[in-house]
């Protein structure tokens, strides 16, 4: 005697029949393409079609979930669907997104600011956006806020090649305007690639600009500073961004406080390692 479920198999052998069709005429349109079984094992066919039979996930939806993203990655992430999120390493990627027009800046600037430092740092600064003296360098705080910058790393017994240093936005904005949400949008998910690569351990935010960018938060500056933060599984902590204290020599202390407790803090998370 049929079972209650025989109308239910019949529709969603019917609807792959015809899925099945429409992709020997029309190509890969409407079923995603699949990995590749490897020769050496045995495929089994539908006899209905000739196609390889689905999979029990297959089987059990009609039409296909999300790609599942790949287990490195951290987690929420919704990469678009480039080929430089498949980058294996930090040069591999610069040398992929490095041409970006994705937005104006690309149109205006004149070097592409990926990052720099220690490829496998635990601990990864991130700025906002480049400045004039990094749009013409190509490299993240090089100018005055830059060599400031050094000098508070080797405070807290850290050489600039010790870790990896980066901004939001890859390119300049016009006369060091705040970066624009858009801008943001669009950009961000190549720190995501970075942070992918380089696995960190902790991140130090630069200013309030970042800090609100990347926690998606319109909290204060002095809100945020004293805190640990998740970003998407990594610990992250916030201070004054280098050229604030160039403008406001009496942010240095509470900047010296904020260090010490990011140097305690990665002290821990690197115990042992």
């Not at 429409?22 to 196609?51: A, F, I, M, W, Y």
């Amino acid at each position: 005697m049929p079972s209650d479920r025989d109308p239910m198999e019949r529709l969603l052998s019917d609807v792959q029949k015809y899925l099945a069709q429409q992709q020997e005429l029309n190509g890969e349109l409407l079923l995603p393409t699949r990995p590749r079984v490897d020769s050496e094992k045995t495929k089994t066919l539908s006899t209905d079609t000739g196609h390889p039979a689905p999979t029990q996930g297959e089987s059990e939806e009609l039409f296909p979930a999300a790609p599942v993203m790949n287990p490195g990655r951290l987690p929420g992430m919704q990469y678009p669907a480039e080929a430089w999120t498949e980058a294996g390493d930090l040069q591999g990627l610069n040398d992929m997104i490095c041409t970006c027009l994705k937005c104006s800046l690309g149109q205006t600037r004149k070097k592409f600011v990926f990052g720099v430092g220690n490829p496998q740092a635990d601990l990864v600064l991130v700025g906002e956006a480049p400045g004039a003296d990094e749009d013409l360098q190509g490299e993240p705080f090089v100018g005055r806020a830059g060599q400031l910058l050094n000098k508070i790393l080797e405070a807290i017994r850290f050489k600039r090649e010790d870790v990896y240093i980066c901004n939001i936005l890859k390119c300049r904005p016009p006369n060091n305007r705040d970066p624009q949400p858009e801008e943001i949008a669009l950009c961000e998910p190549y720190l995501w690639k970075q942070l992918e690569l380089i696995k960190p351990r902790l991140i130090l935010c630069l200013g309030r600009i970042a800090a609100q960018a990347l926690l998606k938060t319109s909290e204060s500056l002095t809100a945020l500073r004293g805190r640990v933060h998740d970003y998407r599984g990594i610990k992250l902590m916030v201070t004054y961004h280098p050229a604030a204290l160039l403008r406001n020599p009496n942010w240095k202390r509470p900047t010296w406080e904020d260090v010490q407790k990011v140097r305690k803090l990665y002290d821990e998370l690197t115990a042992g390692a």
